[in-house]
């Protein structure tokens, strides 16, 4: 679910959102992964680069540093990135464009 409220919601190219999470007015950059169930809160702001863990809550007003993971509910930032985790975000959002485009041209196997 994608609320707007107090300010905008915003989110960049190549983000896959797992099912069950609420964004709440947000900034998220680009390139990024939103593990299920996880909520992003008031005024958050992801940055570029980043996986957020499944089932974490990202409280009012929290920033996340780009290339970061980060996980939990009050959710910190655990550790910068590598670029295995890197590529494997790209990975996840390609997948998803491919599929949505088999679906519409009715090439889904």
């Known amino acids: 679910m994608i609320r707007a409220g107090i ?3 915003f989110i960049g190219n190549n983000v896959t959102i797992d099912r069950g999470s609420v964004i709440y007015c ?3 950059g ?3 992964l939103i593990g299920m169930n ?3 809160k008031n005024v958050s702001k992801i940055g570029d680069f980043c996986i957020i863990g499944a089932h974490s809550m990202i ?3 929290f ?3 780009s290339r970061s993971l980060t996980a939990r509910v009050a959710a ?3 550790r910068a990135l590598n670029n295995k985790e890197i590529d494997e975000i790209i ?3 390609s997948f998803y464009v491919d599929l949505s485009r088999e679906f519409k041209n009715g090439t889904f196997k």
């Open 7 to 9: 300010s905008g919601v």
């Open 59 to 61: 409280k009012d007003n």
């Open 63 to 65: 920033k996340v540093p």
């Open 76 to 78: 910190r930032v655990k």
């Open 26 to 28: 947000a900034r998220i």
């Open 91 to 93: 990975s996840a959002s």
């Open 30 to 32: 680009d390139n990024v």
């Open 38 to 40: 996880t909520t992003l």
